[in-house]
């Protein structure tokens, strides 16, 4: 059985990290430690936020089916929310700086985070609190990931056009595998430079 210390998760955050955000926690509850499963997809979900992808993680943890929102794009599917992921490598740092789960059930883990990103190139750098939802199959797989950007809820009818463009068009600008590992992915990957 693998632990959250063994996956790299290290310690939660206390509360104070994420005062922007609403938790519906009390600042004395002390956090729960994850089951094996919410340690693993958490673990993976910083790999990917950490602009470290790889298929092992989307065989283990994704169905090919899944959908990936967060405020700037609406993805349906491997061929849209892979070019989300890789795309993930513009960033020269991406580092999750503190996280706390905030509910664990076997269809649905949430936690919160604290990443801070960069990009030397252009002297970029920023630090995003966000509130990650994921959804699972009977399987403990993720059939929808949601990434809400201090806590905000999704962008409404107004952003949909601009959110479906951003996931159609990105797997042109940024290759992924073209299949999931379930659908024959394999492990060449190959890149395209935005």
């Known amino acids: 059985m693998a632990s959250s ?25 002390s956090p729960k430690e994850p089951s094996e499963l919410a340690a ?24 090919p089916d ?3 929102e967060d405020p700037i794009a609406h993805c349906r599917g491997w061929r849209q929310y892979a ?18 789960i905030t509910k664990d059930t076997p269809q649905e883990i949430q ?23 994921m959804k699972l199959d009977n399987d403990g797989r993720i059939i929808h990931f949601q990434d809400a950007w201090d806590g905000k809820p999704m962008p409404g009818f107004w952003a949909t056009p601009f959110r479906r463009a951003n996931a159609l068009s990105l797997p042109f600008f940024m290759s992924a595998p073209a ?3 379930d659908q024959g ?5 190959s890149h395209k430079e935005l």
Do not use: C
């Open 5 to 29: 210390s063994s996956l790299g998760l290290g310690q939660q955050a206390p509360l104070s990290e994420f005062a922007s955000l609403n938790l519906n926690l009390s600042d004395s509850e």
């Open 66 to 68: 899944a959908i990936f």
């Open 111 to 133: 936690f919160a985070q604290k990443q801070h990103y960069g990009i030397k190139r252009f002297g970029f750098e920023k630090t995003m609190i966000s509130t990650v939802t």
């Open 185 to 189: 992915g394999t492990t060449q990957e």
């Open 83 to 100: 070019a989300q992921w890789w795309g993930m490598k513009v960033f020269s740092t991406s580092v999750t700086k503190a996280w706390r």
């Open 179 to 181: 299949q999931h590992p």
């Open 40 to 63: 693993q997809r958490i673990a993976d979900a910083q790999a990917l936020f950490g602009a470290k992808p790889s298929l092992e993680i989307f065989k283990r943890s994704w169905s």
